[in-house]
């Protein structure tokens, strides 16, 4: 039986190489000769989430729990910020404006909030508006419940989708055994709501007894990155896997997406969290990354100003320190590139109202990316 077991280990350890090295096969170096970059932000620490208002200014959060007003050249601290949970991986994280933000003013947030009974911290979403320099009508969407004391895996983006449903991320919370397969807990899923905070009668759990009402999708580890596919209006994700396996899914409607039953990845220290990646009723990524890139922020690009990126995915790179992009063809990828190499910790990626890219760097700041004269 001892003997058998080490088989077990040396076969499947062979097996994550060699997908490691399959990846690597495609992972392509751009030296993007065609593009200059500049900072158009500088001095932040960790910019974790940036949305821009109708006048071109931009709100970005840092997680150690500062809301910026970025307008002309000058950062504007705002107000009446709720208190954060800064730890670890916890703080004032995504942000996000109403795709009818001319006519409603709601600004939506996601942080990690201590407010509960219990030590420690879950993430929490909130909508407001901006007065006077200060958040004022804030409204609490939702909050992941229990509270913990672990620094780790709280997610969390927002987006809308083109039917106006909002779409938020929270991670496992280092519980993976538990929370990410269980419908009844938070942590591993991605939510759905209406604007107003209120329940889709359409959720897919709306019926199921004790279950959490809001969950759109489950099985997940820590979704850092979150996009709206631009031709099929589908929310996009990917994910911190642990040892390898992070991954890019297209999220649908009532699917489990197997962690940690399933998986590509193993345990930091070496060992195996299971020995199957494939299972009947839990579905497949349409992308893994072997070894991990630790994956933050993405968006696809559908400007016109990088005729040679569009129609991709832009991924942030935290642990490689590089923006790489994603070619994709009929929804598979089929290439990356590196872009952007020795950047530094790429926190976010987003495509502007502008049409340029805009790159959120750890200790540096916001850098837009842009094409050289010709």
Same mark, same amino acid.
Request: some cysteine; glycine content about 10%.
């Given at each position: 039986?001892?003997?058998?077991?080490?088989?077990?280990?040396?076969?499947?350890? %062979?097996?994550?190489?060699?997908?490691?090295?399959?990846?690597?096969?495609?992972?392509?170096?751009?030296?993007?000769?065609?593009?200059?970059?500049?900072?158009?932000?500088?001095?932040?620490?960790? =910019?974790?989430?940036?949305?821009?208002?109708?006048?071109?200014?931009? !709100?970005? +959060?840092?997680?150690?729990?500062?809301?910026?007003?970025?307008?002309?050249?000058?950062? +504007?601290?705002?107000?009446?910020? =709720?208190?954060?949970?800064?730890?670890?991986?916890?703080?004032? !994280?995504?942000?996000?404006?109403?795709?009818?933000?001319? +006519?409603?003013?709601?600004?939506?947030?996601?942080?990690?909030?201590?407010?509960?009974?219990?030590?420690?911290?879950?993430?929490?979403?909130?909508?407001?508006?901006?007065?006077?320099?200060?958040?004022?009508?804030?409204?609490?969407?939702?909050?992941? +419940?229990?509270?913990?004391?672990?620094?780790?895996?709280?997610?969390?983006?927002?987006?809308?989708?083109?039917?106006?449903?909002? $779409?938020?991320s929270i991670g496992d919370?280092?519980?993976?055994?538990?929370?990410?397969?269980?419908? %009844?807990?938070?942590?591993?899923?991605?939510?759905?709501?209406?604007?107003?905070?209120?329940?889709?009668?359409?959720?897919?759990?709306?019926?199921?007894?004790?279950?959490?009402?809001?969950?759109?999708? $489950?099985?997940?580890?820590?979704?850092?990155?979150?996009?709206?596919?631009?031709?099929?209006?589908?929310?996009w994700v990917h994910e911190?896997? =642990?040892?390898?396996?992070?991954?890019?899914?297209?999220?649908?409607?009532?699917?489990?997406?197997?962690?940690?039953?399933?998986?590509?990845?193993?345990? $930091?220290?070496?060992?195996?969290? %299971?020995?199957?990646?494939?299972?009947?009723?839990?579905?497949?990524?349409?992308?893994?990354?072997?070894?991990?890139?630790?994956?933050?922020?993405?968006?696809?690009?559908?400007?016109?100003?990088?005729?040679?990126?569009?129609?991709?995915?832009?991924?942030?790179?935290?642990k490689f320190q590089y923006?790489?992009?994603?070619?994709?063809?009929?929804? %598979?990828?089929?290439?990356?590139?590196?872009?952007?190499?020795?950047?530094?910790?790429?926190?976010?990626?987003?495509?502007?109202?502008?049409?340029?890219?805009?790159?959120?760097?750890?200790?540096?700041?916001?850098?837009?990316?842009?094409?050289?004269?010709?």
């Amino acid at each position: 039986m001892k003997i058998f077991f080490v088989l077990k280990i040396i076969f499947l350890s %062979t097996l994550f190489s060699c997908a490691q090295k399959k990846e690597n096969d495609i992972l392509l170096e751009d030296d993007i000769k065609n593009y200059t970059t500049e900072i158009v932000v500088p001095d932040l620490q960790i =910019p974790w989430g940036m949305a821009w208002l109708p006048d071109g200014s931009i !709100l970005i +959060t840092e997680k150690s729990g500062e809301l910026i007003h970025f307008k002309n050249g000058v950062k +504007t601290l705002i107000g009446n910020v =709720p208190e954060v949970y800064n730890r670890n991986q916890g703080g004032l !994280l995504d942000i996000e404006i109403h795709p009818e933000y001319k +006519t409603n003013g709601w600004i939506y947030i996601t942080y990690s909030s201590k407010e509960g009974e219990e030590k420690g911290g879950n993430t929490a979403l909130i909508r407001a508006k901006l007065k006077d320099n200060a958040l004022s009508n804030i409204e609490k969407l939702y909050k992941a +419940t229990p509270n913990s004391t672990r620094g780790h895996h709280f997610g969390s983006r927002i987006e809308f989708d083109s039917k106006g449903y909002l $779409y938020f991320s929270i991670g496992d919370r280092g519980n993976r055994d538990e929370n990410p397969q269980d419908i %009844t807990k938070d942590g591993g899923k991605i939510y759905r709501l209406n604007d107003d905070g209120s329940i889709p009668k359409d959720n897919p759990f709306v019926n199921e007894t004790s279950a959490k009402k809001a969950i759109f999708s $489950y099985g997940h580890r820590n979704p850092q990155g979150m996009a709206v596919h631009p031709v099929d209006g589908n929310i996009w994700v990917h994910e911190h896997g =642990p040892k390898g396996g992070d991954e890019i899914n297209s999220i649908k409607k009532a699917v489990n997406y197997g962690w940690p039953v399933i998986t590509y990845g193993i345990n $930091y220290s070496g060992t195996i969290i %299971t020995d199957i990646t494939k299972k009947e009723g839990m579905e497949q990524p349409l992308y893994y990354w072997t070894p991990s890139i630790a994956p933050s922020g993405m968006d696809f690009v559908t400007s016109n100003i990088y005729p040679d990126w569009k129609n991709n995915i832009l991924v942030g790179s935290l642990k490689f320190q590089y923006l790489e992009l994603v070619t994709l063809k009929n929804n %598979t990828v089929i290439k990356r590139k590196k872009v952007l190499d020795g950047i530094g910790r790429v926190r976010n990626v987003r495509q502007g109202p502008d049409g340029f890219i805009y790159v959120a760097v750890e200790n540096k700041g916001i850098i837009k990316i842009i094409p050289k004269q010709s």
